[in-house]
């Protein structure tokens, strides 16, 4: 039922926005990123229950310790990189909502490093 709620509320966001466009742009694109940034507060309700759903398949299936923290790291990032870019968007900066997306993607990948290289040391150890 809360679905609804948010979908309402980003719809509501949506047309208000939309009607202030027509006047003060800058005030809709304010509006625009407010919205969002509540329902982004709503999300990691949503976010830490799938964390503990996850502690649990780690656990149960011995994943390394270090593999969650990197795993919710990037995801973390992928987000606030796709929030960030799509209110570059919003705001008519196409170019800068594309360096957002670069940056986002660069860090994604040096968060996984860690990630990465425990792989090609067990690829390595089993080449061996």
């Known amino acids: 039922m809360e679905y609804i709620a948010f979908a309402g509320m ?14 003060r742009t800058e005030y809709a694109l304010i509006l625009s990123v407010s919205a969002g940034v509540i329902l982004l507060v709503f999300a990691m309700r949503y976010v830490s229950q799938l964390a503990g759903f996850t502690r649990s398949v780690s ?40 360096k957002v997306e670069l940056i986002g993607k660069a860090a994604m990948l040096a968060a996984a490093l860690p990630v990465l290289e425990g792989l090609f040391d067990m690829i390595s150890a089993i080449v061996s």
């Open 59 to 98: 656990s149960a299936l011995s994943l390394p310790a270090d593999f969650l923290p990197v795993l919710f790291k990037v995801l973390g990032i992928a987000y606030l990189a796709q929030f960030a870019s799509d209110a570059c968007r919003d705001a008519g900066e196409n170019g800068l909502a594309s």
């Open 10 to 23: 980003a719809v509501t966001a949506a047309v208000l926005a939309l009607v202030l466009k027509q006047h």
